[in-house]
C-alpha cells in the first residue's frame, strides 16, 4: 500500500473513528438490547485516542465508567460505496481498542432522545494499541480478544462472534459516509463489559499479536 505517512501511528493523523454498536449478540443481551438488523454505528473524535503510558480519564460528569474491548479495522486507502466482495482490499491493518463508555450518560441520552457524544466521545475514550499489519493477521474472523481488570478477566470472545463481518460493515458504512486513510473502525464489543475505579488497571490483547495496558484517572471536576 503507497502511502506518504507512516500508517504505523494512523492516530497521530487518522480522521474519523467509526463505532460500531451490538455486534455480538450476548453483548446485546446483557445490554438489554434487541439484536440489529444492519449496523448501528456513532462516531468519536480523533481526540479520544489515547496510547499507552498515559491515562484514561473518566469525565467528572460520569459515575459508571465501563469498559469495551474491540477489534479495529485500520483503513488503507479511501473507500466510497464499496461492494463487499472488494472491502478487505481497503483494509491496512488492525489495532486493539477500547471503547470507553460512560454508561449512566449513555442510559440518559437514550431516554431523553439525545446523542452519544457526551457518553462515547470525550477525550481518552478510545485506547488504542499498536498497528498490526494485515500480513500479519490471516483472518481477523479468527481472533481471540481479551481483557482484564486489575488482573481479573472480565471479557474473552473470539471475533468468529460478529454478527456483521469487516467487510459487511465497511460496505455499509462507506455507503453512507466515505472511508479515508487512516480511519479506524471499532467492530463491537463481547459481552462482559463492567464498571470501573479510579487507579483500575487495565490489561487487554489480542491472543498471540499484542497487548496493552492502562491505568484509569479521575477528572476531578469541570474545568
Not at 143 to 156: D, M
Not at 159 to 172: E, K, N
Request: hydrophobic share 40%; proline share 7%; with cysteine.
Amino acid at each position: 500500500m503507497a502511502s506518504s505517512k507512516p500508517i504505523g501511528k494512523f492516530w497521530e493523523w487518522g480522521k474519523n473513528i467509526f463505532c460500531v454498536g451490538r455486534n455480538y449478540a450476548a453483548h446485546a443481551k446483557e445490554m438489554k438490547n434487541a439484536l440489529p438488523t444492519e449496523p448501528l454505528f456513532f462516531l468519536k473524535p480523533s481526540s479520544a485516542y489515547v496510547r499507552e503510558g498515559s491515562p484514561i480519564l473518566q469525565p467528572y460528569y460520569c459515575e459508571k465508567l465501563h469498559h469495551e474491548v474491540e477489534l479495529g479495522v485500520v483503513i488503507g486507502k479511501r473507500a466510497q460505496a464499496v461492494p463487499q466482495e472488494a472491502a478487505m482490499g481497503h483494509v491496512a491493518g488492525y489495532a486493539l481498542c477500547l471503547d470507553m463508555t460512560a454508561r449512566d450518560v449513555q442510559e440518559k441520552c437514550k431516554k431523553e432522545g439525545l446523542p452519544w457524544t457526551l457518553a462515547k466521545g470525550f477525550s481518552t475514550s478510545c485506547p488504542v494499541s499498536d498497528f498490526v499489519p494485515k500480513e500479519k493477521v490471516p483472518d481477523p474472523h479468527q481472533l481471540k480478544i481479551w481483557l482484564k481488570v486489575n488482573g481479573e478477566l472480565r471479557q474473552e470472545a473470539n471475533t468468529s462472534g460478529m454478527i456483521f463481518t469487516i467487510p459487511y460493515i465497511i460496505s455499509y458504512i462507506s455507503g453512507i459516509v466515505a472511508l479515508e486513510e487512516g480511519d479506524v473502525i471499532l467492530t463491537g464489543s463481547p459481552e462482559g463489559v463492567s464498571a470501573l475505579r479510579e487507579k483500575d488497571e487495565i490489561e487487554a490483547g489480542i491472543e498471540g499479536l499484542l497487548r496493552m495496558h492502562f491505568r484509569v484517572a479521575r477528572q476531578k471536576s469541570r474545568p
